[in-house]
């Protein structure tokens, strides 16, 4: 049930879904149409704005880290999955807006700073019969020079509190020790908070920020872009996910 739950919610998160019904209520209710045609325009140009998307975000995530910063060297780096789809007819990964948290952690990997990638994630669908993402992530670590001895795979999770308990099951006694969690830097806050619950002692590393270095322009600060639905959807998702995880657990 929570589980469905959280996939409705992720449904209405869409702030395009929002605009979607914002137009057939104007259709259905006639004497309110002016006024809803008008609360839809403002509500679509709201979220298609670049520089509010940005402005949010940035104030949400996780502030980065250097490389450099981490003067501790880690058993484990827990990738958390969401980062990637697969071409099956070509047998290659295609990464999405998050798929800085896997060619970071091979880059932590080859630097030293931890000993094995640990990849928790399966494809967060209730049913599923096909590939997982950490299979074909496994694929292409082995590619870019990873030991296939340095790599664990979680491929049950659905979620990020199944992340956090399986991959608990998966180290066993090896919990104990400070583990480096990898992922978004709009999802860390959410992360480790499922992390933490499950008694892990952790560092934490975000990627996929928000470009902080822009200049701004008469087209950044008020031409609608489209890309920026995608950035809110995203924020809200986090949002309603980090506040029902508070409440449930």
Not at 1 to 30: D, G
Not at 220 to 229: C, E, H, K, R, S
Request: hydrophobic share 40%; net charge positive; aromatic share 14%.
């Amino acid at each position: 049930m929570f589980y469905i739950a959280s996939k409705l919610l992720a449904f209405l998160s869409k702030p395009i879904i929002w605009v979607f019904i914002l137009l057939i209520s104007s259709f259905i209710f006639k004497s309110k149409r002016r006024k809803l045609l008008t609360f839809s325009l403002i509500t679509f140009y709201f979220f298609t704005n670049s520089f509010v998307a940005d402005s949010c975000s940035r104030i949400w995530e996780t502030p980065p880290k250097s490389i450099s910063s981490l003067t501790h060297n880690y058993k484990y780096g827990i990738v958390l999955g969401g980062y990637s789809s697969y071409n099956k007819e070509i047998q290659h990964i295609n990464f999405n807006e998050n798929g800085d948290r896997l060619i970071s952690a091979i880059e932590l990997y080859k630097l030293g700073k931890i000993e094995k990638i640990l990849i928790s994630g399966g494809n967060g669908e209730l049913i599923n019969d096909g590939m997982k993402e950490s299979e074909w992530s496994k694929s292409f670590l082995l590619n870019m020079g990873v030991e296939s001895n340095d790599i664990l795979l979680e491929d049950s999770s659905r979620n990020t509190m199944e992340n956090a308990q399986y991959t608990a099951i998966l180290i066993g006694n090896d919990i104990s020790q400070k583990l480096l969690l990898i992922t978004s830097a709009n999802h860390m806050k959410r992360a480790k908070f499922c992390f933490k619950k499950n008694n892990f002692k952790i560092d934490y590393y975000p990627t996929d920020f928000t470009n902080s270095d822009i200049t701004l322009s008469f087209g950044y600060l008020f031409i609608p872009n489209i890309d920026a639905l995608r950035k809110w959807e995203n924020l809200i998702h986090e949002w309603i996910g980090y506040i029902i995880y508070r409440i449930k657990f």
